[in-house]
């Protein structure tokens, strides 16, 4: 979902009903030579060089305040996982991983990710065009469920359905599931209804054959999304796997409402649930917070800047929404930050 700039005009009608905003913040990058200006106070005409008018225009397009970004450096077996299942993403992007041609992706399937046999693919040309795998590890005693993001029509669709449904409705769980205040983004329920019995049937079939394997769901963007909703059903199936189980998100929209983000965050293995954002990543902020949809995030956000990680602090914000993490650029360095902002690994059409 690529957004253009944000229009000078519209930032000075809200800059001419904002407050003035105290200055001091060191910034990432030139402020427009337009808008260079010292007056302090706020003057008639908003397209005057107020400092609300500076503030404002650098937060929207990307000139970020750097002395506000909160976070708590992750250690190296953190930071290795998160690469590992970056790799595990991008994969998902194969034509020959997808086409089930084997664990053939180039350098994505390599490193840290060899030996890995892929059990079932997904790669559906109608309805959701829902794609990705279902594999499994010997040598590092995995079962990975990964989702491929958006690169086709039909899926660009379903990220255009931002409207709610209960969970029931789209008969993704169990009649229990999380209650009647749970709603999720009806794109995304159905671009997992169509891979939904695959996907419960591959991956069980995998944790009776290795009990102790550890299950990993993962995927970007459209695919993380997919992730989310797809753990939660698995789980729900068979709650026993709940010890086993871990999720690895990059670039994840939102996906449901409070009450969801609420219900994930109280799961058994949300300690174990990672939401990868880029730094200047736009699409982590999206589907926006519009009147009465009330989107969310649920917790555990990190966030990757130039190949390092923070796991970022809430900051008060309701459920896992963060204030100070992550910089997305409402522009085409936001958009490239999002397929190619997670340690280097090409998340977008791959050719292998």
Known sequence: MLLQPPSLLALAALAASASAVAAGPILTGAPIPALVGTAAQTQSNPLDNTQALIDLYNQQAGFTVINKRSGVPVD????????????????????????????????????????????QVFNNFFGPGTAGYVAYNTRTKQIITAFRGSVSVNNWLENLMLWFDSPDNGALTSDTFGGGDIKLHKGFQESYAQVRS????????????????????TGHSLGAAIAAV?????????????GRMSMYTYGQPRVGNTAWANYVDNLPFASRIYRVTGYKDIVPNLPFELPGLDYTHNMQQYTVHDSSSVKCENNGSRAG????????????????????????????????
């Open 230 to 242: 797809a753990a939660v059903d698995v789980y729900l199936t068979n709650t026993a796997l709940a």
């Open 321 to 352: 929404e963060t204030k100070d993490c992550n910089y997305p650029e409402l522009s085409i360095p936001g958009a490239l930050d999002h397929v190619t902002g997670y340690f280097g690994w090409p998340t977008i059409i791959r050719v292998c």
């Open 76 to 119: 190296s077996a953190t930071q290795e996982r998160l690469q590992t299942f970056t790799q595990y993403s991008s994969a998902a992007y194969c034509p020959s991983v997808i086409g089930n041609l084997g664990w053939i992706c180039g350098s994505a399937c390599s490193g840290r990710t060899k030996d890995t046999v892929v059990q």
């Open 198 to 217: 695959g996907v419960r049937s591959a991956v069980a079939s995998l944790a009776s054959q290795h009990p102790d394997y550890e299950i990993v769901f």
